[in-house]
Every structure is written in C-alpha cells, then in structure tokens.
C-alpha cells in the first residue's frame, strides 16, 4: 500500500493518559499535516511539517499536543494529559510539494473516557 | 470564523439525478480548490480540484464550477449512484498562509436507488 499509513487506527484511553499516534507518509511527499476532524465536522488544521521543520501549527495545538518528524519521513502526534475534548479522528496527510493536492491517511480515532 | 461555507448540510437525490453541492468563500488570497469525498470511518479520498483560473473542470462524472467574481464554486454530481452516498467536504488553500487547508462543513450526500 503506498497511501498515507496511520497507527493504530482507532484507541481508547482514559482521561489523563498520554497517547501518541504515528503517520508514515507517501514515500518522498516532504510536505505532512496533521488535522482533527470531530464529528459532523471538517477537518481542522493542526500543524504542518516540510522535511522535519515544523512550520505552522494552529492555535488548536495547545501546550499539551507536541508533533514531530525527526527524519522528515514519518511522524508523531502527542497527547499528554487527554481530556475528554480530545476525543476526535486524528487525520494525517502529504503532498509532495506546496502546489499540489493533499492526500490522506485512514486517520485515528481517539476515544478519551 | 467559517473561512470556507458550504450548503447543504445533507442532500437525497434519486439514482440517475444530478447532485450538486455549493461552497462560497472570502479569502481572495485563496488558490486552490479541492473537493475531497469521505466515507464512515475512513479518511477524506481527493475527488476533484481547481485553481481560479479555470472556470470548469470535469473529471468523469464530477464536475467543478468555479465562479471567481462571486467567491463561489459547487460540485455538480451527475447520473448520481448509490455508491456516490457519501459526505463530501469543499475546501481552499491560501497562497498566504500556503500549506493550511480550510474545509466546509460537509454535505451528506445519499442517493436514493
């Protein structure tokens, strides 16, 4: 499969817990996103990496929510402290330059009980 | 804010009929209009895109108009299938902000055998 891959694709913690998800993107896409899409809704912007520099992040990304992409390939979204707010599908994806579409992964769904 | 509206909120349309979704906008620092369909459970898949210096792109049955005077573009469905019974997200990228995809709310499109 040479999609976007995320893991897992779903995960049920308990408030106050710390979880992390992982994105591989399409092999040599520099750009990667990662969104939050909450029910009923369009995905929000969360933050944005070119190679392994953090570019952008939304002011949805409080202090407790920290990514990274430490070889430009894949990447990692953390939650530390989940609230029940954080509850959500967690979408990655990449594109392979700035003027090109997005593709995206499967996503992970965050349950927070 | 809204950055991108879309309208409607859910459609039914006849196996055969044409479905056809609107999305306006106000950023005119926007170039480029992705329009992504979305099953239950899974991430959005790119359907369609344009860039505001087309007025029309047609891809299969899906076609995308694109009014630049009135900030306005739709998606138009047409011979519209069961297996099209999906929601479907507009969204718009900034040349600004550049890597930041806004999207719509979201039309759940179901299409009636």
């Known amino acids: 499969d040479t999609g976007v891959s995320q893991n897992p694709r779903h995960k049920i913690t308990k408030r106050g817990q710390n979880v992390t998800f992982r994105c591989d993107p399409i092999s040599e896409h520099n750009r990667l996103y990662w969104y939050r899409q909450t029910l009923g809704q369009g995905p929000e912007f969360l933050t944005y990496?070119?190679?392994?520099?953090?570019?952008?992040k939304s002011r949805l990304l409080s202090d407790r929510f920290s990514a990274e992409r430490p070889k430009g390939s894949f990447s990692t979204l953390e939650i530390q402290r989940t609230e029940q707010g954080d509850s959500a599908m967690y979408l990655c994806?990449?594109?392979?330059?700035?003027?090109?579409?997005?593709?995206f992964g499967q996503g992970t769904r965050l349950t927070v009980v | 804010q809204q950055q991108v509206k879309q309208s409607p909120q859910s459609l039914i349309v006849q196996k055969g009929g044409i479905s056809i979704i609107n999305c306006a906008y106000e950023n005119t620092a926007f170039d480029y209009f992705p329009w992504y369909q979305q099953f239950p459970g899974k991430g959005p898949a790119l359907l369609i895109a344009?860039?505001?210096?087309?007025s029309e792109k047609k891809e299969g049955r899906f076609t995308i108009s694109f009014n630049k005077s009135a900030k306005q573009f739709s998606l138009h469905i047409m011979d519209s299938q069961p297996g099209d019974s999906a929601t479907y997200f507009c969204?718009?990228?900034?040349?600004?902000?550049?890597?930041?995809?806004?999207f719509g709310t979201g039309t759940s499109l179901t299409v009636i055998p």
């Open positions: 994806a990449s594109s392979p330059n700035l003027n090109t579409e997005a593709f």
């Open positions: 990496f070119q190679n392994e520099a953090q570019l952008e």
């Open positions: 969204a718009a990228r900034s040349k600004d902000t550049g890597n930041q995809f806004y």
């Open positions: 344009i860039r505001p210096d087309v």
